[in-house]
């Protein structure tokens, strides 16, 4: 029995510390993110400027800013929060907090203007689906969306393996309900806390909000379940500086971290405050109404540079498979107009 | 092998599976409807090549080719005259352009090359070789009737062997019921005690199979004594294991797996052992696993010393990436 629990122990405990979001996903400060950001912009930018030299007047605001990107993306994850809340059969937390992950990994490296998020936000919330096992099939899924259905499968579908491309292929998120609930039972036992379970809404409320903020590309999970549990006892009036400094770190020497997870976890909290402000509507129509000129076309399913690219991947592909029948020309034209179509208004 | 069709009727395998193909000396396949329907005189012509064949001469086609089979006809026919063996010849040259003229001659009739030329050769090589031709051919048929003497020899000896040891496993049946009845009827009518009279008996036995057992090992030497097949071959396993030893290549291999036990990194604060999570009453507040998920080999502690590793790996993390 010990050499089982031993290597479940290591089954079970190697997870974050060994994984690819460590490794890979956790920055070390947010002017490490702007900054990758920002190149992104800048590489998109690059790519396109013979675009901009036809343009007499102000040239410098053909394109989105990086600043710009980031109030658009961050106006599509409140969108992504509405649309996994409201979604049926319901989302087991987990789906949307990996859904958040691949949402801001994906944009650190790409631009805006090169994928529009409101398809990136769908397609991350499927793919989510997928990896947290929680099963719904495409049909399913798209029942959830509004507008053209066959459309909005398509984009998914489309665009599945090019998110999991831009991830890198790490798919594994460690998200940070899981830690919350060990934290809380080891509350129940440790602690002189009465009934722990009080803090939960105050915990969610947190987690749902710290999503919404780059804190999940800079903290491992467990710290960010500290500092969740830590904010809720707070707010009810509830001190757990005892149960951190001796029970939690007291007892195998790890006071010597005891500094840096008081500097994280009050660093995570004042993300809160300061970071949490949605960005106005007129705003964002401006935002859209410029990316609609400067996106790029040829990842633009509205485009006819798009749509001369697919009739020529289909006609590729027709010709590859040898199929002997010919695909009606007209229908095949509408088919793809329809599909472009509008895409759901999330 | 699918193609095969009769190039009279046009049958194909494919449409009568049971379908036999013939072919007579001249080569060319008929199915056998065909060939009854053709030859229900006895003979006729070949309907490809006009030659007239007997009906007699139809045989199942083995190989695919024509050629082949028109070429081991022939060969047939042509090695009942051309029988002479090395021993007659002065010089392995000799013998080995005697081997050549023979393949000449049956790839000219198989292709028709100089068809009359090569026939007249035919003839006049009878006429010269005649008594030798008949001279090695009692001696070639007095060679088959040699090796059915042996093959009907070890046949026999078979036999006789598996006779024998049915006989003597009757016997050890029939002796071990008379030994059973004894020892019952000494135990129904002899006062002595039991547990003696049966290990009178056992040790009796014992002596009994020591002997039979001598006896076998007597029979299996005489049967070693043939080790050789009829047809020069040798029997043994030692020889033969011998002979692999020396053509098996050695095989290069690699370097040796090495396992290494992978070591748990925390990351953090420790995190209680499995013991402790009863003891300290981690698991009172664990919901208590279903029938169902037991079946599956889950228990609750699972889930409960997942959630506090998850817990506890990683709080210390810092992230060292701070290049900016």
């Given at each position: 029995m010990l050499s089982v629990n031993q290597s479940l122990n290591l089954l079970f405990g190697s997870m974050f510390p060994t994984s690819t979001q460590k490794n890979?996903?956790?920055?070390?400060s947010e002017s490490e993110l702007n900054k990758l950001r920002e190149n992104a912009n800048k590489a998109f930018i690059k790519r396109h400027?013979?675009?901009?030299?036809?343009?007499?007047?102000?040239?410098?605001?053909y394109f989105l800013n990086s600043n710009e990107e980031r109030l658009l993306v961050k106006f599509y994850e409140i969108k992504m929060r509405d649309f996994c809340r409201r979604f049926t059969p319901q989302m087991p937390k987990p789906v949307i907090g990996t859904a958040f992950h691949y949402l801001k990994r994906f944009y650190l490296n790409n631009s805006v203007m090169d994928y529009h998020p409101k398809e990136m936000l769908i397609t991350c919330v499927y793919l989510a689906c997928k990896v947290e096992e929680f099963n719904v099939s495409i049909k399913q899924f798209v029942a959830n969306v509004k507008g053209d259905l066959e459309k909005a499968t398509d984009i998914i579908l489309n665009n599945e393996l090019l998110l999991m491309q831009h991830l890198n292929y790490q798919l594994t998120i460690h998200n940070p309900y899981r830690p919350i609930e060990g934290l809380l039972i080891d509350l129940k036992v440790r602690?002189?806390?009465?009934?722990?379970?009080?803090?939960r809404p105050t915990i969610e409320d947190f987690i749902d909000r710290l999503f919404l903020t780059d804190a999940s590309l800079l903290y491992s999970p467990a710290q960010l379940a500290l500092a969740a549990v830590l904010h809720s006892a707070s707010k009810n009036q509830e001190n757990l500086d005892a149960y951190v400094t001796e029970t939690l770190l007291g007892k195998n020497n790890g006071l010597q971290y005891l500094k840096d997870l008081i500097e994280a976890v009050r660093k995570i909290r004042t993300f809160l405050v300061k970071n949490v402000e949605t960005p106005s509507r007129d705003q964002i129509k401006y935002i859209e109404k410029r990316l609609e000129i400067c996106r790029n076309e040829e990842t633009n399913p509205d485009s006819e540079v798009f749509k001369q690219k697919l009739q020529e991947m289909l006609f590729r592909d027709d010709k590859a498979d040898d199929?002997?029948?010919?695909?009606e020309p007209t229908t095949s034209q509408n088919g793809i107009e329809k599909i472009m179509q509008e895409l759901p208004s999330i | 092998m699918d193609e095969q069709t009769c190039p009279r009727c046009k049958t194909s395998r494919y449409r009568n599976p049971s379908l036999k193909l013939m072919v007579n000396v001249c080569g060319h396949t008929l199915c056998e409807n065909c060939v009854e329907l053709l030859f229900i005189k006895g003979s006729g012509n070949c309907p490809e090549c006009g030659v007239s064949l007997k009906r007699n001469n139809f045989r199942l086609q083995l190989f695919e080719d024509s050629t082949v089979e028109k070429d081991v006809d022939i060969r047939k026919k042509i090695l009942k005259d051309y029988n002479?063996?090395?021993?007659?010849?002065?010089?392995l040259k000799e013998y080995n352009d005697y081997l050549e003229e023979i393949e000449t001659i049956i790839y000219n009739l198989t292709h028709n090359v100089d068809y009359i030329e090569t026939m007249k050769k035919i003839e006049h090589y009878k006429k010269e070789n005649r008594e030798s031709i008949i001279k090695n051919k009692m001696k070639y048929n007095k060679e088959i009737l040699e090796l059915d003497r042996l093959i009907e020899e070890e046949r026999q000896h078979e036999i006789d062997k598996r006779e024998s040891i049915e006989k003597q496993e009757i016997e050890i049946k029939r002796r071990k019921i008379i030994e059973k009845e004894a020892l019952i009827e000494e135990l129904m009518?002899?006062?002595?005690?039991a547990k003696e009279i049966l290990n009178y008996f056992s040790e009796n036995k014992n002596k009994k199979e020591n002997i039979l057992g001598i006896n076998k090992q007597l029979k299996k030497d005489n049967s070693k004594k043939i080790s050789y097949f009829s047809t020069g071959v040798r029997i043994g396993i030692g020889d033969s294991n011998q002979m692999y030893g020396k053509v098996l290549p050695k095989i290069e291999e690699g370097p040796l797996f090495v396992y290494v036990e992978p070591q748990l990194i925390v990351d953090g604060p420790s995190f209680p052992t499995w013991d402790n999570l009863e003891k300290m009453g981690y698991l009172r507040y664990t919901k208590q696993e279903s029938i169902d998920e037991n079946a599956g080999g889950f228990v609750s502690a699972y889930a409960c010393m997942r959630a506090l590793q998850e817990a506890m790996c990683g709080l210390y993390n810092i992230s060292k990436k701070c290049d900016i």
């Open positions: 890979y996903w956790i920055f070390g400027i013979n675009r901009v030299q036809g343009i007499k007047d102000d040239k410098s605001n602690s002189n806390l009465s009934d722990p379970d009080r803090l199929i002997s029948y010919q695909a | 002479k063996k090395e021993e007659e010849f002065f010089s009518f002899s006062d002595n005690d």
